[in-house]
């Protein structure tokens, strides 16, 4: 039996924003080997591809004031929202609980688990085939959406209001029907 050896696509290679694009003029940057966002304002990094069906990691490090997310099969380059994509939280301090860390925003709140993640590397990790999404944080399963109705799109790394956040070891694995 042949069994075929499937790699991840690495989004971010650790020293450049290269297959990034911002939405904005805010200063997204580089800093040992990890994507920063750091001040105030809200942008969105940007993949320039798209993808449908795949398994998303990542780590995220934020500060106990970031408002901060992951966004998936996002449909407009102008216009990154709960509502054209589906936007996977994390925000340990949101104001609304139901729709902290974990959660996908107006989608599936409050989170299935509560997870910390302030002042630490975290591992989120999404798998989005057809209309099922489950997503979850540090291994504990946050959310599940049976109902994923968006097609593919681009991935956005948000920034929000202000603090810190850093993305890095972005790794992706398509999925085949």
């Known amino acids: 039996m042949i069994i075929p050896l499937v790699l991840a696509l690495s989004l971010f290679n650790g020293t450049t924003l290269a297959g990034w694009r911002s939405s904005d003029n805010f200063a997204w940057r580089v ?21 449908t069906d795949f398994t998303l990691s990542l780590e995220f490090w934020v500060d106990a004031s970031t408002n901060s ?3 998936i099969r996002c449909q407009d380059r102008d216009r990154i929202h709960p509502d054209s994509c589906y936007e996977l939280n994390i925000w340990d301090e949101h104001p609304r609980q139901e729709a902290r860390t974990g959660a996908i925003v107006f989608r599936v709140m409050p989170p299935l688990a509560q997870v910390d993640t302030v002042g ?3 591992r989120l ?14 291994g504990e399963v946050t ?19 202000s603090g810190v956040v850093k993305f890095r070891n972005i790794e992706l694995l398509e999925l085949e029907d």
């Open 125 to 138: 990790q999404v798998t989005v085939r057809g209309q099922s999404l489950e997503l979850a944080i540090n």
């Open 120 to 122: 630490r590397w975290n």
């Open 143 to 161: 959310a599940r959406l049976d109902d994923a109705a968006l097609p593919g799109g681009f991935i956005a790394l948000q920034h929000a209001e």
């Open 69 to 71: 997310g992951v966004f």
């Open 31 to 51: 800093e040992q080997g990890a994507i920063v966002a750091a001040g105030s304002g809200e942008s969105y990094l940007q993949s320039l591809a798209e993808f």
